[in-house]
């Protein structure tokens, strides 16, 4: 097909449907909501028991999970913390992740810059995804307590995006 | 029919577009809390000294025996803290003196005579978690005669 002024014609009909597909997608994206939502909701890990000698015992938790949207392109997802005067340490690893790799376990820290969480999410015409997020608080006796101390509150954000 | 200019343009922007419009985040409050937690352990449950008389210096009332075989684990979150030992016998009829020794933390409080009453064995521990042995010294004088003590011995952590 050729244009009426003799160039090769990508741009009539044909081209309008490719430019107007990816506006599409857009559109979709954009009315299909959050892509990426952390469902369970807040968390609370409580250490309770230590042992003489030793260290307090970890606490894990895997009661939440995060439900991502698979798109046209590689993504991934990072994690990040807020938590300002943090006492105590926590970490963050992705489990039964059905697109993607989880990333080796993150050191959560106040201020940190976002750290890769699930890398490699393959091409997907926005089916979703999901991984569940294990948390574990760990405390030295050095440390201290919540009772002199304060809770350590975290806002962990998890961001997605392309890769 | 519809003319395109830039039409290799105007693709890539569409797709660049749409490749960063995606990137979305959220977030979730994590409560980490650390209870009050002290924990106490002490290597062996038994001890026995037993004196003899094996050694005994002829005119001399005091025989003594040592034992330095246990050791005292602790942990506490807690600052101003310090651990005390008692016995169950309020008047036992023999001497026990008993005392920190190498505490990997803190100060040990020195050699103290046992009794129902709690006595200062380590001082200044924080927040640690740390080691002791535990040096038993046992007396008894000739005059007294032959016999025995059971005693239980108490260690616990408390507000210095």
């Known amino acids: 097909m050729r244009t009426t002024q003799g160039r090769p014609f990508f741009g009539s009909t044909l081209a309008a449907g490719v430019i107007g597909f990816f506006f599409f997608l857009l559109a979709v994206e954009a009315a299909s909501g959050q892509s990426i939502t952390i469902q369970g909701g807040n968390v609370t890990l409580s250490i309770t028991t230590g042992l003489a000698g030793s260290e307090p015992l970890p606490v894990m938790n895997t009661a939440t999970r995060l439900r991502y949207r698979r798109t046209l392109y590689t993504q991934k997802i990072t994690v990040q913390t807020s938590c300002p005067g943090q006492n105590f340490g926590l970490t963050v690893v992705a489990s039964n992740v059905t697109a993607g790799t989880a990333a080796p376990q993150v050191t959560l820290s106040n201020g940190m810059p976002p750290v890769d969480f699930i890398t490699n999410i393959p091409f997907g015409f926005f089916s979703n995804a999901t991984a569940t997020l294990n948390y574990t608080a760990t405390a030295t006796f050095s440390q201290g307590n919540s009772a002199e101390l304060g809770d350590d509150l975290h806002t962990v954000t998890y961001t997605i995006s392309a890769q | ?160």
């Open chain 2, 1 to 160: 029919m519809m003319r395109i200019p830039y039409l290799p343009t105007l693709l890539a922007v569409a797709a660049v577009a749409y490749s960063t419009a995606g990137a979305q985040s959220h977030n979730h409050t994590v409560r980490v809390s650390v209870a009050v937690i002290t924990a106490l352990k002490v290597s062996s449950g038994t001890v026995n000294l037993t004196i003899t008389g094996a050694g005994v210096i002829a005119g001399q009332d005091l025989m003594t025996v040592v034992d330095q075989s246990t050791s005292l684990l602790w942990g506490t979150n807690s600052s101003g803290k310090k651990v005390t030992v008692q016995s169950n016998l309020a008047s036992p009829k023999y001497t026990l003196k008993v005392e920190a020794l190498g505490p990997t933390q803190g100060t040990a409080a020195g050699q103290v005579v046992l009794s129902s009453v709690a006595r200062d064995f380590l001082l200044n521990i924080g927040r640690s978690s740390g080691t002791c042995s535990i040096r038993y010294v046992g007396e008894a004088l000739a005059s007294q005669g032959a016999g025995s003590d059971a005693h239980t011995i108490t260690f616990t952590i408390a507000n210095q």
